[in-house]
């Protein structure tokens, strides 16, 4: 059995019925939040290391340390030794992440992420962005989603960084047009 051409077909199926599909639905926050703080609020965990999205997810059910707020989803690549995102550490992160994102329009929109290492992120209760692994500062899948109306919007994203450099960016883009970096005054919690 050829395993290449399997895998590739396997790959190339499931992208035609992800298109037949059409656009994720997302629900958008009811009631909408007033008087959010800009960014996003955060948790971490510190294991003894960190492979994937369930180790990530059993780190966080131990000892989680409040971190202070991201300002957005714009995390460039870090150099080694450098601390991830607004934790303590540069090394076997696991970061829990919550608060809103806000959409000036109604529309259809692309969204896809970079992430090194691991990411499952959910906005207005669809996953739109996830990687369980490691890798380099890469991108994830892009998703197209349909939002009904402007809005803020819910996120929640579990993301982790095994070793080595880190990065987290959040992209968006009408479906067909270029994704941009999400600014972070898109975000609130």
């Known amino acids: 059995m050829n395993y290449v051409k399997l895998g590739l077909g396997l ?3 499931f ?7 059409g656009p994720l639905k997302l629900e958008p926050a009811n009631p909408q939040p007033a ?3 800009p960014g ?3 948790q971490y965990a510190y294991p003894a290391d960190v492979r994937n999205l369930k180790s990530a997810e059993s780190a966080l059910r131990y000892k989680v340390e409040q971190g202070a707020p991201l300002a957005g989803l714009d995390h460039r690549d870090t150099d080694v030794g450098e601390k991830v995102l607004t934790s303590t550490r540069a090394e076997r992160v696991v970061a829990d ?4 994102v806000h959409f000036d ?3 259809q929109y692309t969204i896809d992420f970079l992430t090194n290492d691991g990411l499952r992120a959910t906005v207005g209760g669809q996953i739109v962005g996830e990687f369980d692994g490691r890798q380099p500062c890469e991108e994830t899948f892009a998703v197209d989603v349909e939002v009904p109306t402007a809005g803020w919007y819910p996120l929640k994203a579990l993301y982790y960084q095994r070793l ?3 990065c987290l960016h959040m992209r968006m883009g009408p479906v067909g047009k270029r994704v941009k970096w999400m600014p972070d005054s898109a975000f609130g919690h």
Request: charged fraction near 5%; hydrophobic fraction near 60%; proline fraction near 4%.
């Open 35 to 37: 008087n959010l703080k």
């Open 105 to 107: 329009a109604p529309g």
């Open 97 to 100: 992440i919550s608060g809103f």
């Open 164 to 166: 080595n450099t880190a």
């Open 40 to 42: 996003l609020a955060v």
């Open 11 to 13: 790959a190339l199926g």
């Open 15 to 21: 992208c035609a019925h992800m298109a037949a599909a």
